[in-house]
């Protein structure tokens, strides 16, 4: 089995790999020239976006500076916005839904270290998805670690560390992000 294809199945892999190497350096160089394109670029950047990411839209909207690993994991939906900075490592899929705003600085990490230190230092990783339903506002400053999912038409507060599953429905704030009310109330 591939490296690659054991990241992908969620497997530990080396991400040294050649063939990784070579995947991280094409997305790193597509998110290069989408982060040095003038915003009145439009079709452009949109064309880049459509090569850098596993599945969007014509109104998929990615403001600068924005950052990933690979791309191809990422998946999102109909009418979907990120405002600047923000970072996704994309080892594991990171999917969503449709209507869905991520504020400025947020980060979405679906990669895993080993925890001990000699196990660590071979360099081999793992990694969770992270999902995100529809309708969905992500505050700034957000930080989404691996294997978390976020339901449908929540809110999560700016500056939250989400560490475990939020469900729908839900104003979520805090670190680590916890439910602080229900949106129907």
């Not at 793992?126 to 976020?150: C, F, H, M, Q």
């Amino acid at each position: 089995m591939s490296e690659k294809a054991k990241m992908i199945a969620g497997e530990m892999y080396f991400p040294f790999d050649k063939e990784l190497i070579e995947d991280r350096n094409k997305a790193k160089e597509l998110c290069f020239e989408l982060n040095t394109l003038p915003p009145s670029k439009t079709d452009k950047r949109k064309n880049i976006i459509k090569n850098l990411l596993g599945e969007s839209f014509d109104d998929t909207l990615i403001e600068s500076n924005f950052f990933c690993d690979y791309g191809y994991n990422i998946k999102v939906g109909k009418n979907f916005y990120i405002n600047h900075n923000c970072v996704m490592l994309d080892c594991a899929q990171i999917t969503f839904g449709d209507n869905v705003l991520i504020g400025p600085n947020c980060g979405f990490y679906t990669a895993i270290h080993p925890i001990d230190a000699e196990e660590r230092s071979t360099f081999a990783e793992s990694a969770k998805p992270i999902t995100v339903g529809n309708d969905v506002w992500i505050g700034g400053n957000v930080t989404v670690l691996p294997g978390v999912t976020i339901g449908s038409n929540t809110v999560i507060g700016a500056g939250s560390v989400v560490t475990k599953d939020i469900p729908s429905n839900v104003v979520a704030v805090g670190n680590p992000c916890k439910v602080l009310r229900n949106i129907l109330d």
